[in-house]
T-cell receptor, first 115, second 112 residues
Framework: DTAVSQTPKYLVTQMGNDKSIKCEQN?????MYWYKQDSKKFLKIMFS???????INETVPNRFSPKSPDKAHLNLHINSLELGDSAVYFC??????????????FGPGTRLLVL | AQSVTQLGSHVSVSEGALVLLRCNYS??????LFWYVQYPNQGLQLLLK??????LVKGINGFEAEFKKSETSFHLTKPSAHMSDAAEYFC??????????FGKGTMLLVSP
C-alpha cells in the first residue's frame, strides 16, 4: 500500500501549457505539502494545507494554485508553464501539522520537464 | 529564521568504512533536526530526528546522529558503509511555528 502517491510520475509539456499534478495520502494525516526540488536537488516548500485549508503559501508565482478537495488529496495546478518550472515536485503529509517535530512522509515525486 | 549547511555536496567512502555526513544549522529558537534520505528516483524517507531529550539519536539502517548545541551541529554517522547506503542525504531543521528547511543535500557514494 502506497502511503503518499502522486500522478503522473513524469510530465513533459510545452511552454505555455496548463498542467495538474495529483497527490493522495492514505495515512489519515491532516496536513499535506507541496515541495519543489530544483536541478541542484535543493528542496523548498511551496504550500501547506491543514484539513483542506491553506496554511503556508511561500513566495510562489500566482500561476501555481493548490487545491484540496478533501484532507486526503492535494492537487497542484500550474498555468502558463515556463522553462524554469522544470523540476521534481514532491507531495508530503504529516499527522497534524501542529508541531514542527512531526515526520513528513513524501511521495515518489513528479518529474516535470517544460520544453 | 533558520538555515542548514551541509558540508560537501559529495562524500565518497569504501564499503565497510565509516560514514560521516556533516550538518550545521542556524536557528534563533530551539531547533528540531532531521536527516532524510533520498534513493534514486524516489521520495524522501526519514532516517532519524532530534526533538528533545537524548542528544544521540539512533535511526534506521544503522545510522545515528548527535545534536551538539555548542557546535550547532547534527552530523550523521554510520560505522560501516554498505553499497545500499549510496543515496542523497538531506539535513533539515524546523522549530516551533516554522516550516521545515532543508540543506542542499550530500550525495554519498560507496565503492566496493
Amino acid at each position: 500500500d502506497t502511503a503518499v502517491s502522486q500522478t503522473p510520475k513524469y510530465l513533459v509539456t510545452q511552454m505555455g501549457n496548463d498542467k495538474s499534478i495529483k497527490c493522495e495520502q492514505n495515512l489519515g494525516h491532516d496536513t499535506m505539502y507541496w515541495y519543489k526540488q530544483d536541478s541542484k536537488k535543493f528542496l523548498k516548500i511551496m504550500f501547506s494545507y491543514n484539513n483542506k485549508e491553506l496554511i503556508i503559501n511561500e513566495t510562489v508565482p500566482n500561476r501555481f494554485s493548490p487545491k484540496s478537495p478533501d484532507k486526503a488529496h492535494l492537487n497542484l495546478h500550474i498555468n502558463s508553464l515556463e522553462l524554469g518550472d522544470s523540476a521534481v515536485y514532491f507531495c508530503a503529509s504529516s499527522q497534524s501539522g501542529d508541531t514542527a517535530q512531526e515526520t513528513q512522509y513524501f511521495g515518489p515525486g513528479t518529474r516535470l520537464l517544460v520544453l | 529564521a533558520q538555515s542548514v549547511t551541509q558540508l560537501g555536496s559529495h562524500v565518497s567512502v569504501s564499503e565497510g568504512a565509516l560514514v560521516l555526513l556533516r550538518c550545521n544549522y542556524s536557528s534563533s529558537v530551539p531547533p528540531y533536526l532531521f536527516w532524510y534520505v533520498q534513493y534514486p528516483n524516489q521520495g524522501l524517507q526519514l532516517l532519524l530526528k532530534y526533538t528533545t531529550g537524548a542528544t544521540l539519536v539512533k535511526g534506521i539502517n544503522g545510522f545515528e546522529a548527535e545534536f551538539k548545541k555548542s557546535e550547532t551541529s547534527f552530523h550523521l554517522t554510520k560505522p560501516s558503509a554498505h553499497m545500499s547506503d549510496a543515496a542523497e542525504y538531506f539535513c533539515a531543521v524546523s522549530a516551533r511555528h516554522s516550516t521545515l528547511t532543508f540543506g542542499k543535500g550530500t550525495m554519498l557514494l560507496v565503492s566496493p
